[in-house]
């Protein structure tokens, strides 16, 4: 897994065009937390906490306009809080997933820039388990890719850091739902999307 992370990345960097000088290229690493719910699961609230970390790299166009891309894994899915949660048999989801962060960025200020974007991404853990721990199994299967709308902000407090929030919603469902007719309508019910926030904290090599 780690040498296609890598391989994955390098792909990233190579997906640029060339011929441009090296000080328009910034590189950096990333770690942050991730509260995150999924939409169509009956339970609301950023409650689900996980993690995220990876690399990044930006390619200046000009003073304001800006190509950013990330790596990261990323911890994601949903659970009620404890002192809501008085079904113990409502299901919580845990799933991990590799992002693939593609945004176009602008330059406000000195220390912030806007960026919006797609966010391929490629399931490699879930799992289904009642509050009160028992797994699920096999009921209605994750997608193995999703794809995200993101849109952010990054502030940046020194040469070297800076602090980076993203907001993240499934164009499609990461399970397909199922279809029922209604009024001789085809309808896709139970369908599911991950819906969270990313926090991080951003070291700029």
Not at 60 to 70: A, G, H, M, Q, S
Not at 180 to 203: C, P
Request: aromatic share 16%; hydrophobic share 40%; net charge negative.
């Amino acid at each position: 897994m780690k040498k296609q992370v890598i391989y994955i990345f390098l792909l990233i960097i190579l997906a640029f065009p060339f011929g441009i000088k090296a000080q328009d290229f910034h590189a950096g690493l990333q770690f942050g937390i991730v509260p995150s719910q999924v939409d169509g699961d009956e339970m609301t609230g950023f409650n689900k906490i996980g993690l995220t970390g990876g690399a990044f790299v930006e390619r200046e166009i000009n003073d304001k306009v800006f190509l950013f891309t990330d790596l990261s894994f990323t911890m994601k899915g949903s659970r009620i809080a404890s002192s809501k949660n008085v079904n113990i048999y409502q299901p919580e989801l845990t799933t991990n997933y590799i992002d693939w962060g593609l945004y176009a960025g602008y330059r406000f200020s000195e220390n912030i820039d806007l960026k919006a974007g797609l966010v391929p991404s490629v399931l490699i853990y879930s799992k289904e388990c009642t509050a009160g721990g028992m797994e699920i199994l096999g009921e209605n299967p994750f997608r193995p890719i999703n794809l995200l709308i993101s849109g952010g902000i990054n502030y940046s407090f020194s040469e070297h850091f800076s602090v980076d929030a993203t907001y993240n919603y499934s164009i499609i469902s990461i399970r397909p739902g199922k279809y029922e007719i209604f009024n001789f309508d085809i309808k896709v019910s139970d369908a599911q999307y991950h819906h969270y926030i990313n926090f991080s904290l951003m070291y700029h090599f």
